[in-house]
């Protein structure tokens, strides 16, 4: 079965940069896309930034040249490079791993959360202002 462990994420003040990663183990990844979700306090989990198979990108648009979403298929890790970071996007962030899917994957699906069939444990983003 395939488990996510995440690292990175911390405390920063507004306009910093912060690196968060997702390793997966497992014999599957490259049949899958990645994807990483927010959750703010009192608010609904929301999509931050996808990478298809391909390695084609989706990002919201609130962190869209802001926010890098890359992955590595030989080291099965998906990454999520964050600058310019504000204090709005202070909260806990998920990487997710789809189902096996095609070489490339719409922004729908990858936005959707009952695409992803197994999430990291969550790591802390604090902007302070």
């Known amino acids: 079965q395939v488990q996510l462990v995440q690292s990175g994420g911390g405390l920063v003040e507004a306009g910093g940069s912060l690196r968060l990663s997702c390793a997966a183990s497992g014999r599957t990844f490259s049949d899958a896309a990645m994807g990483w979700f927010r959750q703010a306090p009192g608010k609904e989990r929301e999509f931050v930034s996808g990478i298809e198979r391909s390695g084609g990108t989706y990002y919201t648009d609130s962190v869209q040249g802001r926010f890098t979403i890359s992955r590595d298929n030989a080291k099965k890790t998906v990454t999520l490079q964050m600058d310019s970071l504000k204090p709005e996007d202070t909260a806990l962030y998920y990487c997710?791993?789809?189902?096996?899917?095609?070489?490339?994957?719409?922004?729908?699906?990858?936005?959707?959360?009952?695409?992803?069939?197994?999430w990291g444990q969550g790591t802390q983003v604090t902007v302070s202002s």
């Open positions: 997710g791993k789809t189902r096996r899917v095609a070489f490339f994957a719409s922004y729908a699906y990858l936005s959707d959360q009952t695409s992803y069939e197994t």
